[in-house]
């Protein structure tokens, strides 16, 4: 039996929560690099895979029968990094939890000096890898990156205190005790788990940040596209007023109020340019509002619900039952509003609400019901 295996039977002090999605070409090599940097320590590598087509689960689970303290959760049915550190975290016992990416651009190195930081600092509740601080560094970023990252880091001074340097790291470890003070109150939004801990903890988190260089990609490729950002800014938006609004409420409104524009813009379209009748105008552009507000919502909104293949198509379907009734419910309070106090303002306002609300609350139980 390995020597990696004699430490786990003992118990694991330490939890390396590695989140997956399409990483199998570089699991081994971690695996491998955290045997050699963690020797003489207990611990356990727990990857969450959120069901990758390309065989990481398959992977990790080769890996475990050398490393038996190396072991896989795979999601079916759920996405998102965030949560996926949540489940690793909550499914050990260890008293320490450490949170990195499997592409190896977190220097794994850094795992013991973060243990040790802890172990004698009682007072810390949390270090952070930082590529903020004096000796770290954004590796070969390019200018664009770094500027979108700076933007990002002001940005998260919203809700986190401004003395931490590296608030966007995706690589730090903490005690278990302060992550179950915090876990109840995560929004688990997004990509930036380190953001949520700190803002969602009922005391302020103590921490320490110890310096790394960000590496390139091992294996694979980047997950990150726009999406990330847009899940960003919903996650401040849950910090800010998620206890007055629910965040996808928010997100939701804000798309039908493009969806809005989309409507005017093309039925000003198919009446000067195309010279169709005001109902057949008035349809196409109502359906083309429609698609577009199903499609975007799907993709944002609902990333985690996400319908592909054909059910994108019967959730189109039961979207668009969803919002004529909520377009019939918008007309009949607005008109019985206006028919008592005779403010169209208030009355169309009001008609906006109920409608926005139903459509919200009935899409999000039938269109997008979890799995």
Not at 102 to 127: F, G, N, T, W, Y
Not at 302 to 326: I, K, P
Not at 344 to 370: D, E, F, H, Q
Request: charged residues 20%.
């Amino acid at each position: 039996m390995t020597e990696d295996a004699n430490d786990h039977l003992q118990s694991a002090e330490l939890a390396i929560i590695i989140p997956t999605f399409r990483e199998a070409g570089n699991v081994a090599e971690l695996t491998r690099r955290l045997v050699a940097c963690l020797a003489g320590l207990r611990w356990e590598a727990i990857f969450v895979d959120d069901d990758s087509n390309d065989g990481t689960a398959s992977s990790v689970r080769e890996l475990s029968r050398i490393h038996p303290n190396v072991r896989c959760i795979q999601r079916i049915g759920r996405r998102g990094l965030s949560s996926a550190c949540v489940e690793g975290m909550l499914s050990t016992s260890a008293p320490y939890v450490a949170v990195m990416d499997a592409d190896l651009q977190h220097d794994e190195a850094l795992l013991p000096a973060m243990l040790r930081k802890l172990q004698s600092d009682k007072e810390l509740d949390i270090v952070v890898g930082s590529r903020h601080v004096d000796g770290g560094s954004l590796g070969e970023w390019s200018e664009q990156r770094a500027s979108i990252s700076r933007w990002a880091t002001r940005l998260s001074h919203l809700v986190l205190p401004k003395t931490l340097q590296d608030p966007m790291s995706g690589f730090f470890m903490m005690r278990r005790d302060s992550f179950m003070g915090a876990v109840r109150k995560l929004s688990s939004v997004g990509f930036k788990i380190l953001v949520d801990l700190f803002a969602s903890s009922p005391k302020p988190l103590k921490f320490a940040e110890l310096p790394y260089t960000f590496r390139t990609r091992h294996a694979g490729e980047s997950k990150l596209d726009s999406q990330v950002a847009w899940d960003y800014l919903m996650l401040l938006a849950d910090k800010t007023v998620g206890h007055l609004v629910p965040v996808r409420f928010l997100s939701f409104a804000l798309i039908g109020g493009l969806g809005v524009f989309l409507h005017m813009a093309l039925l000003s379209t198919f009446l000067s340019l195309m010279t169709l009748p005001f109902k057949q105008a008035q349809a196409a552009a109502t359906i083309g509002a429609m698609v577009f507000n199903y499609t975007i919502n799907n993709a944002m909104t609902y990333r985690d619900r996400r319908r592909r293949g054909w059910r994108w198509w019967t959730g189109l379907l039961s979207f668009s039952v969803a919002c004529s009734v909520g377009a019939i419910a918008n007309v009949g309070i607005a008109s019985y509003l206006f028919d008592h106090q005779n403010h169209w303002v208030l009355s169309a306002i009001s008609g906006i609400l109920v409608g926005a609300v139903w459509n919200y609350a009935i899409t999000s139980v039938y269109t997008w019901k979890r799995a």
